[in-house]
């Protein structure tokens, strides 16, 4: 299906045309059709030949009037068939119209001249297509028509298919928005909304929702697509919804039904403004976009940039075209490009100034390597809803990083953690979130990333700690006590001294902590420090023992007491070097592919092993 809408001054034959091209009634209110004036928008359509594709027309009130109905019209629809009178020639709608028509960017059209049968169209005609193509339109088939004789009429219907074969093809997996122009109540099956489906695809049984609240979704009972049931339809298409669920009483044309999650909500936008210098527009205008009509305050930035605060929000994206217009018309309508949906605030002096800097270099189509410049960090989620492609894979859950400043992070940091480690000694790693504090990162999982991108850092239990060769030295006086165990640890490597020798060389536990930390001691459990390297030279020693071996055959080869033995062995158990068979026995992992006719055990392949520790202390 196509859909198209009509443009052009009142009385100058528009839904006469279609009327003639489809054989419907566009005009639905007797009232229409006593005055011959169309009030509200009509919907009729066509078959383009025996084979040909379906093509819909939104009919539009031409008076000066209904233009916000206009609007509401040709907002959602990709292209337009505009007339023009032959008798009449160009009038005051026929501008306004067309104004519309390029603020919203609309670049498919057939110009017909109507009521050729009362006037020579040729002069209309010639005037009529050298002014659209001076806008968004540009040059465009044009015929001369007249719904009473049906001159023309096959001509018409010609041009018609020929553009319909050129309207792009959008997206049926797109995101749905719907933008409503009904919305009426059917006995027997509840409420009815009505709207011409841009993009996506809508299915019977789908959830949909009107606000930025995602709980509160509407189920699609029913589809129609030119009074046919359907169970599903592709946009572009006139559609009919039945939906059911909370508040759907209260639909309205400007209403929106959107996909789930995909879509953000703002009443806060950057535009770009064609058409009016930005400081000559008013401060209250009304912003059309869709079949939306919502008042909104301008705050010039730029020569062509401002700011937009809508009186309610609304789901848009960077690139959206709307238009601005003075209520009562007096102006004419500008265009607004949107540039950003999540405009930082502008509370400084100077603030507006230095934004409308930034805007000058963007041009409103998504960019989704700029966008992330600009922005540093945003979730992969939120930048989609602005309309914005991701342009690279997450650091970290759902969040993207423009690289630079992920590496400017990382080295603030790895600066973070060394200065928390010159302040305090005892006490060097930085805990994750005071890390996320100083960074002002909004998810401490950011931390943990950045550490893992960021060479010589490590988190361990909760704390960022440097690599060895930027760790400060420890305090003299534990440097002194930590000499004292390693001479005893020389002596007789798995007698740990005990709690009220590390008491009387001022080991506390936040010295014993700095100590590990600088790679200084190996803290096998609280009160429990050997050597580093400790754990593989036991590992080696175990694996001289015939497999499996009991603690006190453990404790016997290591030269050592119990209250080392015990934790010792947990700690081997923990790194992979033992595990246990039994209750009372332990054996050596093996490594994959070792033979000696024991059992092969391929959970154990690639870890480390006594074997491993017993070939390296070789």
């Known amino acids: 299906m196509r859909v198209l809408a009509t443009a052009g001054h009142v009385d100058h034959g528009?839904?006469?045309?279609?009327?003639?091209?489809?054989?419907?009634?566009?005009?639905?209110f007797e009232e229409e059709r006593r005055r011959g004036l169309t009030l509200d928008l009509g919907f009729v359509w066509t078959r383009l030949g025996a084979d040909g594709e379906e093509l819909a027309f939104v009919d539009v009130p031409g008076h000066e009037r209904f233009v916000a109905t206009m609007l509401a019209g040709v907002g959602p629809v990709p292209a337009v068939l505009f007339v023009v009178a032959a008798d009449q020639g160009w009038?005051?709608?026929?501008?306004e119209h067309l104004a519309i028509l390029d603020a919203l960017g609309v670049r498919h059209a057939v110009l017909a001249v109507s009521r050729s049968d009362l006037a020579d169209p040729a002069p209309v005609l010639a005037d009529a297509r050298e002014r659209l193509a001076a806008t968004s339109l540009g040059t465009v088939p044009a015929v001369a028509v007249s719904a009473v004789t049906g001159a023309g009429l096959d001509e018409l219907r010609l041009e018609l298919g020929k553009l319909a074969d050129r309207l792009p093809v959008p997206s049926a997996a797109a995101d749905v928005r719907l933008w409503l122009d009904r919305a009426f109540t059917v006995r027997g099956h509840g409420t009815v909304v009505t709207g011409t489906l841009g993009a996506g695809t809508l299915r019977v049984g789908d959830?949909?929702?009107?606000?930025?609240?995602?709980?509160?979704?509407?189920?699609?009972?029913?589809?129609?697509?030119?009074?046919?049931?359907?169970?599903?339809?592709?946009?572009?298409?006139?559609v009919a919804v039945n939906v059911h669920g909370p508040g759907v009483g209260e639909l309205r044309r400007g209403d929106v039904l959107l996909t789930p999650g995909r879509w953000l909500h703002t009443g806060l936008v950057d535009v770009r403004v064609t058409g009016e210098a930005v400081a000559d527009l008013p401060r209250s205008v009304t912003l059309h976009l869709g079949t939306a009509a919502v008042p909104v305050t301008v705050r010039p930035l730029g020569e062509d940039t401002a700011r937009l605060a809508l009186a309610r929000e609304l789901p848009l994206r960077v690139g959206d075209r709307a238009v601005l217009r003075e209520p009562g018309g007096r102006r004419v309508p500008s265009a607004a490009t949107v540039l950003d949906v999540r405009p930082p605030r502008l509370a400084r002096r100077g603030a507006g100034r230095a934004r409308a800097a930034e805007l000058a270099g963007l041009r409103g189509a998504p960019d989704g390597a700029a966008e992330l410049r600009r922005r540093g960090l945003i979730r992969r989620p939120e930048l989609l809803a602005m309309g914005v492609p991701a342009p690279v894979a997450p650091v970290a859950g759902d969040w993207l990083a423009d690289a630079d400043h992920?590496?400017?992070?990382?080295?603030?940091?790895?600066?973070?953690?060394?200065?928390?480690?010159?302040?305090h000694p005892l006490d060097p790693g930085l805990p994750t979130e005071a890390a996320r504090r100083l960074l002002d990162l909004p998810d401490r999982a950011l931390v943990d990333a950045l550490a893992a991108a960021t060479p010589g850092l490590t988190v361990h239990q909760g704390r960022l700690y440097g690599g060895q060769e930027r760790r400060p030295p420890l305090p003299p006086p534990v440097q002194k006590a930590v000499e004292a165990v390693r001479a005893d640890l020389d002596r007789a490597p798995f007698h740990a001294p005990d709690a009220a020798r590390?008491?009387?060389?001022?080991l506390s536990r936040r010295a014993v902590a700095a100590a590990e930390a600088a790679g200084a001691l190996l803290r096998i459990a609280d009160g429990i420090v050997l050597l580093p390297g400790a754990d593989a030279r036991a590992a080696a020693v175990l694996a001289q023992l015939p497999q499996p071996f009991t603690?006190?055959?453990?404790?016997?080869a290591l030269d050592t007491t119990r209250r080392v033995a015990v934790p010792l062995l947990e700690y081997l158990d923990a790194h992979g070097y033992t595990e246990?068979?039994?209750?009372?026995?332990?054996?050596?992992r093996?490594?994959?592919?070792?033979?000696?006719?024991?059992e092969s055990n391929p959970f154990l392949e690639h870890t480390v092993t006594c074997d491993d520790a017993s070939n390296s202390d070789k």
């Open 590 to 598: 093996r490594r994959a592919g070792d033979g000696g006719g024991r």
């Open 91 to 95: 009038q005051p709608q026929s501008e």
């Open 207 to 238: 959830r949909l929702v009107t606000g930025g609240d995602d709980r509160a979704a509407l189920r699609v009972r029913g589809l129609q697509s030119l009074h046919e049931d359907r169970s599903a339809v592709r946009g572009v298409a006139r």
């Open 580 to 588: 246990r068979v039994d209750g009372t026995h332990r054996r050596c």
């Open 551 to 556: 603690l006190s055959e453990a404790r016997q």
């Open 502 to 506: 590390l008491s009387g060389l001022g």
């Open 14 to 28: 528009k839904s006469a045309l279609v009327r003639a091209l489809t054989g419907m009634e566009p005009d639905r």
């Open 406 to 423: 992920w590496a400017r992070l990382g080295g603030s940091l790895a600066e973070a953690v060394d200065r928390h480690a010159e302040g």
